[in-house]
């Protein structure tokens, strides 16, 4: 089966700059997960949509950051505007539901300038 | 303050040598997972253990719980290089219904 799909794989902005994210899961994952990995560090959950609603957002700066998943499949992330600390590798993850294994893509490298 | 820590952080041994990480953590759990990461192939899930389960295999994996000590391990045998990469535990934590995942376990296996 067809695994995360991610794109774009690398993006470099400089700061105060826009910037999105999109991720497709695997077909019938209910659950989709938003990551942000900093170097060194293991993922932080972003975000998690049930479908096309939210489920957690606890630790999404929701002042620069936003998420959709529209139509309960596809989902984007957004910046707006970048910080330098914002550098960091951001990770879309898929389970069929929330107490399964998640299914990584192969993450967006951001570099803020 | 980190829910699940892993030990040692970074792990070298000889292609072959068995290779046991450990991973603590806080509060009560449904589950817990194991992921590997390496830049080839990203992060992968290697196995899940629910907290009524004390011992899981997979191949050359064996990953044992302790729920009274809120600790877990990973035991890899017979290494090979292919293996290097970072492990990382992660927490399905009760109530809060997320995963949180440790800060990881670098090995190294040396030819």
């Known amino acids: 089966e067809a695994g995360v799909a991610q794109s774009p794989r690398y993006k470099i902005i400089e700061k105060r700059q826009s910037v999105a994210f999109w991720c497709n899961p695997i077909?019938?994952?209910?659950?989709l997960y938003w990551y942000q990995q900093i170097l060194g560090q293991g993922p932080k959950l972003l975000i998690q949509?049930?479908?096309?609603?939210?489920?957690?957002d606890s630790q999404l700066p929701k002042d620069r950051f936003s998420a959709e998943r529209l139509k309960g499949v596809d989902s984007t992330l957004k910046i707006q505007p970048a910080k330098l600390e914002d550098s960091a590798v951001y990770l879309c993850?898929?389970?069929?539901?929330?107490?399964?294994?998640?299914?990584f893509g192969p993450g967006t490298r951001l570099t803020v300038t | 303050s980190q829910q699940g820590e892993e030990d040692p952080q970074a792990l070298s041994i000889q292609e072959g040598e068995n290779a046991t990480m450990n991973c603590s953590y806080k509060?009560?759990?449904?589950?817990l997972q194991w992921y590997r990461q390496n830049s080839g192939r990203g992060l992968v899930h290697l196995i899940l253990?629910?907290?009524?389960?004390r011992e899981k295999h997979s191949g050359r994996l064996r990953v044992t719980l302790d729920t009274s000590k809120k600790s877990s391990s990973l035991l890899i045998t017979a290494s090979r290089a292919a293996d290097t990469a970072s492990y990382f535990c992660?927490?399905?934590?009760?109530?809060?219904?997320?995963?949180?995942f440790g800060q990881g376990t670098r090995l190294t296996i040396n030819p």
């Open positions: 993850a898929s389970s069929f539901n929330n107490f399964y294994e998640q299914y």
């Open positions: 077909s019938g994952h209910a659950t």
């Open positions: 949509f049930q479908n096309n609603g939210v489920v957690d």
């Open positions: 509060t009560s759990i449904n589950n």
């Open positions: 253990i629910r907290s009524n389960e």
């Open positions: 992660a927490t399905f934590i009760q109530g809060a219904q997320k995963l949180v």
